[in-house]
């Protein structure tokens, strides 16, 4: 398995501005994941984050709104830039030790609350 | 499109009472299943998981669900619920591939009352 952290675990942010969250995981791990969850539903990927090359996004999502990095195999940020209230979820990041289909292992998430 | 869909969203029963979650997914391929429980105040932790072999898992906290390939179904069950199974719990679906991409169910939020 992986233990997963994320800061902050909450923020209140006021309208056009940006966050950056970030994903710390305790061990190498080959894939990394963002999800979003709006409050009363479920978990939708945002993107894939790729170590060393350009995150991969889901449709609906885009890089200028979501930028993520990747440095290395244990670190990870998304930032949700020039926020409105419709940002307003919790944001999830993820991760699994192999490609493909393994398991996938989450943290506590990040509450954010756009003003 | 890859869908899963959990039939109850807000399930209420009482301790020692037996629980069946239903989850159906839609997508015609080799698909690995996941069951995902959230405690209040927690963050999400797997529950169980079916890759291959045998359809019925076991997963922790006396949970088990069995995968029906013909009706696309992974249901969740557990014979004799406690008050500290309270919790949301998410089915979710991910197609065999390397995208690693996992699809969540609606969620279900249990109650169940002392």
């Known amino acids: 398995s992986a233990v997963i952290s994320q800061k902050p675990s909450r923020d209140i942010c006021q309208r056009g501005t940006s966050l950056t969250i970030q994903c710390q995981v305790d061990?190498?791990?080959?894939?990394m994941f963002w999800y979003r969850q709006q409050p009363g539903q479920s978990l939708t990927l945002i993107a894939t984050?790729?170590?060393?090359?350009?995150?991969?996004?889901e449709s609906g999502f885009v890089i200028d709104k979501f930028p993520i990095s990747r440095p290395n195999l244990t670190f990870s940020t998304l930032t949700v830039s020039n926020m409105s209230p419709e940002d307003s979820s919790i944001y999830l990041c993820?991760?699994?030790?192999?490609?493909?289909?393994?398991?996938?292992?989450f943290g506590p998430g990040t509450r954010l609350t756009v003003l | 499109a890859q869908s899963v869909s959990q039939h109850n969203h807000h399930v209420i029963l009482s301790e020692a009472a037996s629980l069946e979650l239903g989850c159906n997914y839609s997508y015609g391929g080799t698909v690995n299943l996941f069951w995902y429980v959230q405690y209040p105040g927690q963050h999400l932790q797997l529950l169980l998981k079916?890759?291959?072999?045998?359809?019925l898992v076991k997963g922790i906290k006396g949970f088990e669900a069995e995968f029906i390939k013909s009706k696309f179904s992974f249901n969740l069950r557990k014979p004799s619920v406690q008050w500290s199974d309270t919790a949301e719990y998410f089915c979710?679906?991910?197609?065999?591939?390397?995208?690693?991409?996992?699809?969540f169910g609606q969620g279900t939020t249990l109650q169940v009352k002392p």
């Open positions: 061990s190498q791990v080959t894939m």
């Open positions: 979710a679906v991910n197609a065999v591939s390397n995208t690693g991409k996992l699809i």
């Open positions: 079916y890759f291959s072999g045998d359809p």
């Open positions: 993820s991760a699994s030790k192999e490609t493909g289909s393994d398991t996938q292992y």
């Open positions: 984050a790729n170590q060393g090359s350009e995150a991969t996004y």
